[in-house]
DNA sequence: TTGATTTACTTTCTCACGAAAGTTAGTCGG
DNA sequence: CCGACTAACTTTCGTGAGAAAGTAAATCAA
């Protein structure tokens, strides 16, 4: 059993500095962090000295790197399971959650459904599931929720009008006095950049763009190391760009638009009138991969429409990576020859490449960023 | 007469950014430099110090603000004419010059043909370019050249096709050896977007992009005060992102793409098919504003594209400002309602609003963002 | 085995930063 | 005119950062 865990809270300066790179990028040596952070090597040794002592980090085991020059480094790393964390993400019939560590690696994972949308009866419903992961733990150190629309302060909800909601709605204190935890509200996509740019394939990359395909269209954008926290995450901008003239309509009139190329609602609905009955989005992969022609016309316009979105996105923001997952992720994993070949066919032939990262993830993920935003909320104390 | 210069060159640290702070925002109190860096005031005092006894800051004269509270501030500033520097921007056909002071207020300009296109050849006429521009003041202090194309290194030119020039030309160190000068080589439209971050509509937004008509499309990024440094810039990555379905062809037979619609090549070929005679572009800026239908329609046409292409730059930038500019400008000076309506009708209508600013600026602006970069080279001291 | 080499980490010392308190130069209200 | 107030700037002083030199722990070559 782990002794008391040491706390984050008082660590400022370089010590806090230290502390956040080796969660992100431990086990991690001495020196390493000294060439990360710009610090030098004396500062090093008196910082991580009274964090050792406190048991904050811990020398980990030397890594057979084998036959390297030099005394060998001594890695520093913190201990995932000292902290836990309480992540849910909302939609309009659900809330799901994950308990995760420090590191936001998933210990356990619920579901319950919001069959009441009303304010009041969805924080309950957040509180029981909150309550239920926490059981689990002796203790939980801050809970996240994330959501898709735009949010305020990291405390409060608007515009979410899937819900149904008013103007705005405050989240963050409603909940924080139900379940004694403190709690931060995200936007859903911003929440999974977050969780992509400290513990996920971002991790190494200073600039990358996030892009999320399902019920909707997500994009994020992270230049320098720091997310773009415009309101526009949560609006959807990238949501009309034209991606094919002869594409089908989206609600608001623009044919072949992103919502109306790549939402799994748009497509099982360009499907469904194609077969004349309705079907599912999984059904609709299923269809394209036994050869049924609207089904694979279907998905192969919306896969060159995605190529063409991603070459966009790549020609307007310089970024070396762009993470492409979210629930619609597997017409793009089934298609990945052709969004690939209309992402080339997008790009100058000169131009650097760009890495495309097709990311199979669950649903969960969703969840794990809003638990990343309390991780962050937490080790950085705002 | 100014005496001997004060040097910038051993600056370090905290005294170094607060001169560079000067430099960009002067004439500005030390509480507001506090600000800004996130330095204590007992900082500012100390640093100052040395720095104004050496005579690289003075105290400016109080600007009558008018009724604040409080002890009224002391602005510091420095003296932009302490030093001079000559920026060239080199097209296939001229090289355009300019002497700046520190600042890079243009002080003077000179123009040069350039008849024969061997690196040799170009070099000789950039340092009698120079030579003529130096000899208006005492002494330079280092030169900027900027051209189409990639640089490596701040040094060689690389794939400038327009030249005919071979793979890479080390345009730098030839020049540095033939003037004397510290030389540095930059792409055009980083330079100009270094203007603009320094000295310019950039200042004080630490997020912005610049987009450039004329001969081609240039596209350019600043995010966290820094620019994205990606060698694509050079390349044009975005002169082939479409724009519109029914738009001529480019030479690579891409319909409608940026180059198409927006370059003054394009523009006056598609009105030269349909005069069935040659047409410079400002002829085609004056027969639409006559009322000529074909210049009318090609016109509105590219300005159509270009709100769509600024449109697609906010959606996927999230940036707040956009600074249009370039040789092409005109365009969309006359046709502003129109850029700015579809510009409009390509955002969200939720998203925050950004500021589109055409700017109508000489030819001389890319030899001055030339001179932009040999400032920065010498203060920055690299 | 021994010494050269490389790299990681530690110790010592100095100096530059910021916190806190003090000073200055204005406006404002009586 | 005078004192209260405000905000910019300055002074004093303790602490925490880096420079430089030293030590440790490995590989490698003879």
Redo the contacts with the bound molecule.
Sequence with gaps: MAAASPSWRPLE???HQIAVEVLIHGPI????I?RR?????????????PLLDAGLLFEAT?EEG???????????DVDPASRHFVGVKITSDAAHGVLTDLRANVQSQAVRPIADRAPDSVVATIAALTAELAAQVDRVTALGVSAGGVTEDNASLKWAAYMGWPDAVPLGPLLQERTGLPTVVENDVAAWTEAERWFGDGRDEPSFALVTTGMGVGFSLVTHGGRAASRDIGVGSLGHVPLDPLGPPCAQGHHGCAEAMLTSGAIEATVGIGLGRSVAYEEVLALAAEGQPVAVSTVAASARALGRLLALIANTTFVPLIIVSGEGIGLAVQQEALVRAEFAAGRHPMARDVRLLLKQAPFTEWARGAAVVAVQTYVLGR
Tied chains: 1, 2.
């Design positions: 300066g370089a010590a040596s001495r020196s390493e000294a952070l710009s610090m030098s090597p004396a500062t090093l040794t008196r910082v991580t000295k030397k084998g036959a390297r020059l030099g005394r060998p480094s001594q890695p520093l």
